[in-house]
C-alpha cells in the first residue's frame, strides 16, 4: 500500500520567475557617420589612467600631446570634420594635462590638472577661441605632486575636488581660490573619487585596496572596506541616491571583476562578478536617470552596459556594444544635451587609440513612435546650483534642481565671469544690467528729497521722449495734454480703458489713416508725425521715425540729392585746389622778378645794353599782379 503522506504538496509554492521585464533590454549603441567625427586630433598618448576628454552641450574638450608643457584644444559641437592642425588651444601649464572637467553649472568654464602640481580654471567664449589661451581665470596652488583627478560637486555651486599623487585631496572654493578642507587619511595613490546624489558624501579608491567613503567638509571617514584585491587600478561611481556604489577593479588572480557595495557597510560587497581575463582598466559611467551603468575598458573595444535594481541581483547584464577600433577613454554627454527626438538616452565621445580620431556613439531606446517618450526621460540634472559655496560649506545638503527634457532639451548656459583682482575672487559679470543701470545713470537725475521739499519737476535735460521735444512744451499759454475722457470709471485710468477696449491706441489711428483717405495729405502726416516722432534735443543721436519706414520714395530721392550736393561739393573743392596752386606759383614768380629788378636797379647800366629788358621785366611784373588780383 502506498504512503500518501509522501506526496502532499510543499507548504511553500515555488514560481518561475522567468525573464525579468525592462523598458532598456533592447537598448543598442549607434555610432555616429564619419561626417559627424572630430578627425587629426594629436590625442594624448600618457599612460594616465584618465578619459582625456570632457563634454557639455557646447563644447568636446581634448588633451592633446605636445612638445613641452601641457595643453588640450577647445571644440565647438557643430564644427565637426578634420580639425586644423594648428588650431588654438589652452596651454598655460608647464606639465603634461592629466585630466579636464566641464562646470556643471557653467558651459563655459573647464577645469584642468596637471603634472605641474598645479589645478587651472578657464573661461572659453561662446565663440570658441580665437587665440592660443594662456592667462586662466584662477589658479589653485597646494599640492606637493602631481594632480590626476578632478571632481565638481554636484549640487553646490564653485566646489571643485582635486586628488594628487602626493595622497592629498582638496576641497577647493574656487571664487575666491581658497581651500575649504584638506583630506589626508590615503596612504597611497588615490584611482578615483565620486560624489554621491546630493554631494554630502564623497567614495574613493585607493592603491592600498581599500574603498572609502569620506564626508568631503571635515574629511573624516565615514566608513571604509577592503576593496579589489588586484594590483592594478579600481574605480568607483556612486549609484545616486540608492545608497549604494558600484565598483571596477581586479582580483588576485587578475579577472576583472565588478561589484555592489552598500555605502554603511563596505566589509563585504552586495554582489560581485568577474568579467573576463583582459588587462585593461574598466572605467564605470553611471545614467542615474535609467539606472544603468556603462562598463569600458581601456584598450577594449566594447562597451557592456548593465541596469541596476533595488533586489538580489543587484546587477542585470543588458548587451554591450561592439566595434573593432580599441578605445584610449571616453567623453560623457551630459543628458540635457542628448536627442530626445531619436529616443538617445546615452551619448558617448570615443577616443581611439590607434588613430586620431574622435567618435560619438548613441545608445538609443528603440521606439517606433516620434513624439516625446515620458518613461525614458525622467527629470534629470538642471545647470542651475542647488546651494551656493557658503551654505554648503557651513553644513547644508540639498538635492539637485531638476529640469524636464520635454521643454529643455539642448539646453545651455551663458554665464560670464570674470576675475576681480580687489575683491581676489572669480564673479559673474552681468554686463546686460551693468549697460541698463549706466543708462538709467545717464538719463534720470533721481530726486530723494521729501515731497514737500522739492521744487517744481523740470524734464530731463538729457533726453524727453515727447513727441515734439521739451523746449516746445515749456512755452506758456499752450496746452498740449491730450483731452480727458469723460467717460472714463473712477479709478480706471484712461491708458487701461485704450488697452482694454482697444480704443484711441496708436494702432487704431494708424489703422484708419491707412484703411480711408489719401496717404499724401497735410492731415495724415501731422497725424502721423504726432503719433511716431521721438524728439532728442541737440548732443543726442538722431533717431529714425517709424513712419520713414515706409517712404522708400522720399528716401531714395533724398539720397539722390544729398549724392548730387556731394558732387558739386567735390567739384567745387577741386576748383579751389587748382586756384590756390596757380596763385602761389605766381606770387612765386612775383618774387623773382622784384628780385631781378632789384638787381638792376643797384647795378649801372652799361652802354652796350637795350633799355628795353628792364622796362620789359616791370611790365611783366605788373601783369602777374593784375591777374593775381582778378582771381583774388
Not at 601649464?93 to 563655459?108: C, R, Y
Not at 543587484?314 to 548587451?319: A, D, K
Not at 538609443?364 to 542651475?384: G, H, M, N
Request: proline share 5%.
Amino acid at each position: 500500500m502506498l504512503d500518501l503522506t509522501q506526496c502532499q504538496k510543499p507548504e511553500k509554492r515555488m514560481n518561475f520567475r522567468g525573464i525579468r521585464s525592462s523598458k532598456f533590454r533592447h537598448v543598442y549603441g549607434s555610432p555616429a557617420k564619419k561626417d559627424k567625427w572630430f578627425e587629426n586630433i594629436r590625442i594624448s598618448r600618457n599612460a594616465h589612467d584618465s578619459n582625456y576628454c570632457a563634454v557639455n552641450p557646447k563644447f568636446l574638450g581634448l588633451v592633446v600631446e605636445v612638445g613641452g608643457g601641457g595643453s588640450f584644444v577647445v571644440l565647438q559641437l557643430e564644427k565637426t570634420g578634420r580639425v586644423d592642425h594648428n588650431v588654438y588651444k589652452v596651454s598655460g601649464h608647464s606639465g603634461p594635462v592629466l585630466d579636464i572637467k566641464w562646470n556643471p553649472f557653467n558651459d563655459n568654464i573647464i577645469a584642468s590638472a596637471s603634472e605641474d602640481s598645479t589645478v587651472k580654471l578657464w573661461y572659453i567664449p561662446d565663440g570658441g577661441l580665437n587665440a592660443d589661451l594662456r592667462e586662466p581665470l584662477i589658479n589653485l596652488l597646494g599640492h606637493r605632486r602631481k594632480v590626476g583627478i578632478l571632481e565638481w560637486h554636484p549640487t553646490a555651486e564653485n566646489i571643485l575636488v582635486s586628488a594628487g599623487y602626493d595622497h592629498v585631496i582638496i576641497v577647493w572654493d574656487i571664487t575666491r581660490g581658497v581651500q575649504v578642507s584638506r583630506i589626508d587619511v590615503h596612504t597611497d595613490t588615490i584611482y578615483s573619487m565620486s560624489f554621491n546624489r546630493s554631494g554630502s558624501y564623497l567614495a574613493t579608491t585607493c592603491k592600498d585596496k581599500l574603498l572609502r567613503v569620506l564626508d568631503p567638509r571635515t574629511g573624516k571617514v565615514v566608513s571604509q572596506g577592503n576593496s579589489h584585491q588586484g594590483n592594478k587600478a579600481a574605480k568607483v561611481v556612486y549609484l545616486g541616491d540608492t545608497g549604494t556604489l558600484f565598483t571596477t577593479g581586479f582580483s588576485k588572480f587578475s579577472d576583472r571583476e565588478i561589484a555592489v557595495w552598500k555605502e554603511d557597510d563596505l566589509s563585504a560587497p552586495l554582489r560581485i562578478d568577474s568579467v573576463d581575463s583582459s588587462s585593461g582598466v574598466l572605467i564605470p559611467f553611471y545614467d542615474n536617470d535609467t539606472k544603468m551603468v556603462y562598463v569600458a575598458g581601456k584598450g577594449d573595444g566594447n562597451v557592456r552596459y548593465y541596469e541596476i535594481i533595488s533586489e538580489q541581483p543587484y546587477i542585470c547584464y543588458l548587451s554591450q556594444f561592439i566595434s573593432g577600433a580599441p578605445q584610449k577613454g571616453f567623453g560623457v554627454m551630459p543628458k540635457r544635451g542628448v536627442e530626445v527626438n531619436n529616443c538617445e538616452i546615452f551619448r558617448f565621445f570615443k577616443l581611439h587609440a590607434t588613430k586620431d580620431v574622435v567618435e560619438p556613439i548613441s545608445m538609443i531606446v528603440p521606439r517606433k513612435s516620434d513624439i516625446f517618450q515620458q518613461d525614458i526621460y525622467p527629470e534629470t540634472l538642471a545647470p542651475i546650483p542647488a546651494l551656493t559655496a557658503s551654505e554648503w560649506i557651513s553644513g547644508k545638503n540639498s538635492a539637485p534642481v531638476l529640469l524636464s527634457l520635454k521643454t529643455a532639451s539642448k539646453t545651455r548656459t551663458f554665464k560670464p565671469v570674470v576675475y576681480k583682482p580687489s575683491e581676489n575672487a572669480i564673479v559673474t559679470s552681468e554686463r546686460n544690467n551693468d549697460k541698463k543701470f549706466m543708462f538709467l545713470l545717464e538719463e534720470t537725475k533721481p530726486d530723494y528729497r521729501p515731497l514737500s521739499e522739492r521744487k517744481e519737476s523740470k524734464p530731463s535735460p538729457q533726453i524727453d521722449h515727447r513727441p515734439y521735444g521739451a523746449e516746445t512744451y515749456q512755452k506758456a499759454g499752450v496746452d498740449y495734454s491730450r483731452p480727458k475722457r469723460l467717460d472714463t470709471p473712477d479709478g480706471v485710468s484712461e491708458k487701461d480703458m485704450k488697452t482694454s477696449l482697444n480704443l484711441g491706441t496708436k494702432f487704431q489711428e494708424v489703422q484708419k489713416k491707412w484703411s480711408g483717405g489719401s496717404l499724401k495729405t497735410t492731415e495724415l502726416e501731422l497725424e502721423l508725425d504726432y503719433i511716431y516722432k521721438t524728439s532728442l534735443i541737440s548732443g543726442s543721436n538722431s533717431v529714425k521715425t517709424l513712419s520713414s519706414r515706409f517712404d522708400y520714395k522720399d528716401n531714395k530721392e533724398q539720397e539722390e540729392e544729398q549724392d548730387e550736393l556731394k558732387k558739386l561739393l567735390n567739384k567745387q573743392q577741386r576748383q579751389i585746389t587748382n586756384l590756390k596752386t596757380q596763385v602761389e606759383k605766381k606770387d612765386q614768380r612775383i618774387l623773382e622778378l622784384e628780385e631781378q629788378v632789384k638787381i638792376l636797379s643797384r647795378n649801372p647800366t652799361p652802354l652796350g645794353t637795350p633799355v628795353s629788358a628792364p622796362l620789359n621785366a616791370l611790365h611783366s611784373l605788373a601783369e602777374i599782379k593784375d591777374i593775381g588780383d582778378s582771381s583774388a
